[in-house]
């Protein structure tokens, strides 16, 4: 992108709330400098996860009382509309399907997936299913039993995507639009013990990037749908760490570029943040660096619109670093202080107008 078209955004940054009720912090960008200025925050307890809406005219957050929804008014600040019970264990990842008719939330410590209809105000409605993931993975740590992580539609609106961590695989459901039910329709099954945590999909629909926390590698899949089922054939796995593997690190943010063109992961333990090249033809990686992010558990990170600038929220260390890139030769500067935010979680950018 060139300098100076990227529009105004806001960026919205979720965070747990210990000793402040406000999870959800507020930003004005700005795409020059490759700085956040707070404008302002909102009260809302231990926002794991956010969402902005497909047709962003919304914005959805877990909260610890089930999930809540917001206008996005005309400046970027957020507007409450409701907030509705998901009758489960509070969440850890929310997102909609691509008609804005449904919301999906993950449920780490329940092991359970929730559908509630969206209305047309973009208030949050009814409970439409219920999914409770069942099984015994492998007896070690805290991978023994379901724990989903991520909840994820295929681009043609087809089939839900949902990351179970503690079974170590992806179980893929078809979506009844009608009626907000789930049906199986498939699995696919990662390496023992990975702990597939995050799914991101490429532009055009057909690949789907599988981010393992514990083992520090994306799968890389294609996707079509043959004779009305889903078919996924693994084209490419590749490691979130530029050394050899170590035992005390864990991948955590998968994030695409505005265009595209570049997918970028985290690394906790090592502390860093990998970028990769994304060949548009074929799907596959090809790193493009791996630096340090100069903070404590990267538990996301994101691009500035016009590939310029990035930021890392660091979760441990309270704190989001700002940094410049040479896409070109593969470095990062640092760009200006830390900015201090309690238990950073998430981030999404949102362009007014």
């Known amino acids: 992108m060139e300098k100076g078209t990227t529009g105004k955004y806001v960026a919205y940054v979720s965070t747990y709330t210990m000793g402040d009720n406000h999870g959800i912090r507020v930003y004005d960008v700005d795409t020059e400098k490759g700085r956040f200025i707070e404008k302002d925050k909102v009260e809302i307890t231990n926002s794991s996860y956010i969402a902005v809406s497909h047709n962003r005219k919304y914005l959805y957050s877990i909260t610890d009382f089930g999930v809540e929804a917001y206008s996005i008014k005309e400046d970027g600040s957020l507007g409450l509309i409701n907030i509705a019970p998901i009758n489960g264990m509070r969440g850890c990842y929310i997102s909609?399907?691509?008609?804005?008719?449904?919301?999906?939330?993950?449920?780490?410590?329940?092991?359970?997936?929730?559908?509630?209809?969206l209305k047309e105000n973009g208030a949050i409605g009814e409970i439409t299913d219920e999914i409770y993931h069942k099984g015994l993975g492998s007896v070690a740590d805290r991978n023994f039993r379901p724990h989903i992580n991520c909840a994820r539609m295929t681009h043609d609106n087809k089939y839900l995507l949902v990351a179970d961590q503690g079974m170590d695989h992806v179980n893929v459901y078809s979506l009844d639009l009608r009626r907000g039910k789930m049906k199986l329709a498939d699995v696919?099954?990662?390496?023992?013990?990975?702990?597939?945590?995050?799914?991101?999909?490429?532009?055009?629909?057909?690949?789907?990037?599988?981010?393992?926390?514990?083992?520090?590698?994306i799968d890389v899949y294609s996707y079509e749908e043959q004779n009305g089922d889903p078919y996924f054939e693994k084209i490419q796995t590749i490691s979130t760490l530029d050394k050899e593997?170590?035992?005390?690190?864990?991948?955590?943010?998968?994030?695409?570029?505005?265009?595209?063109?570049?997918?970028?992961?985290?690394?906790?333990?090592?502390?860093?943040?990998?970028?990769?090249?994304?060949?548009?033809?074929?799907?596959?990686?090809?790193?493009?660096?791996?630096?340090?992010?100069?903070?404590?558990?990267?538990?996301?990170?994101?691009?500035?619109?016009?590939?310029?600038?990035?930021?890392?929220?660091?979760?441990?260390?309270?704190?989001?670093?700002?940094?410049?890139?040479?896409?070109?030769?593969?470095?990062?500067?640092?760009?200006?202080?830390?900015?201090?935010?309690?238990?950073?979680?998430c981030i999404v950018f949102h362009r007014l107008g």
């Open 96 to 117: 909609t399907d691509y008609t804005d008719r449904y919301l999906f939330v993950a449920g780490y410590h329940d092991g359970k997936l929730t559908v509630l209809r």
């Open 188 to 217: 696919i099954r990662s390496e023992l013990e990975s702990a597939p945590r995050h799914i991101k999909i490429s532009k055009d629909g057909r690949f789907i990037y599988i981010l393992h926390e514990w083992k520090c590698f």
């Open 245 to 345: 593997q170590s035992k005390n690190c864990a991948a955590s943010a998968l994030s695409f570029s505005e265009d595209y063109n570049y997918l970028l992961s985290s690394n906790a333990g090592d502390e860093s943040v990998i970028v990769y090249n994304v060949n548009q033809e074929d799907g596959t990686l090809t790193m493009n660096f791996c630096l340090p992010i100069s903070g404590t558990y990267p538990k996301d990170a994101e691009f500035f619109p016009d590939n310029r600038f990035l930021v890392s929220l660091n979760h441990e260390s309270n704190s989001m670093t700002f940094f410049k890139m040479d896409l070109e030769n593969g470095t990062i500067m640092m760009n200006g202080p830390e900015l201090k935010v309690n238990a950073p979680n």
